[in-house]
Nanobody
Framework: QVQLVESGGGLVQAGGSLRLSCAAS????????MGWFRQAPGKEREFVAV????????YYADSVKGRFTISRDNAKNTVYLQMNSLKPEDTAVYYC????????????????WGQGTQVTVSS
């Protein structure tokens, strides 16, 4: 099993930036494709970004493409989500997740989830 802990959330003004981190323990992160998802109040959880085991491939939701960047440091067992040009509609709880598959955007493909970190973007 792998345990995931997100950090880096907070309150930021529109146009600002945040970097989320997801630290893994229990197993080496290089065994897993890693994704970020988010859930806003009253809405379903949605896919944000995914990165494959080696970090050579990434995929983004259209709503964040060009603004968010997912990356990973397998030596540090950590995955990141750099969020720039934030908008109020980015406000949500952000979750990282690990999957045995490489690059799926489907949340039912993920095997392990973190507890989430709140991101609030004020207008």
């Amino acid at each position: 099993q792998v345990q995931l802990v997100e950090s880096g959330g907070g309150l930021v003004q529109a146009g600002g930036s945040l970097r989320l981190s997801c630290a893994a323990s229990g197993r080496t992160l290089s065994m897993y494709g890693m994704g970020w998802f988010r859930q806003a109040p009253g809405k379903e959880r949605e896919f944000v970004a995914v990165i494959n085991r080696s970090g050579s491939n990434t995929y983004y939701a259209d709503s964040v493409k060009g603004r968010f960047t997912i990356s990973r440091d397998n030596a540090k067992n950590t995955v990141y989500l750099q969020m720039n040009s934030l908008k109020p509609e980015d406000t949500a709880v952000y979750y990282c997740a690990a999957q045995y598959q490489g690059l799926s955007a489907r949340d039912d493909s993920y095997n392990y989830w973190g507890q989430g970190t709140q991101v609030t973007v004020s207008s």
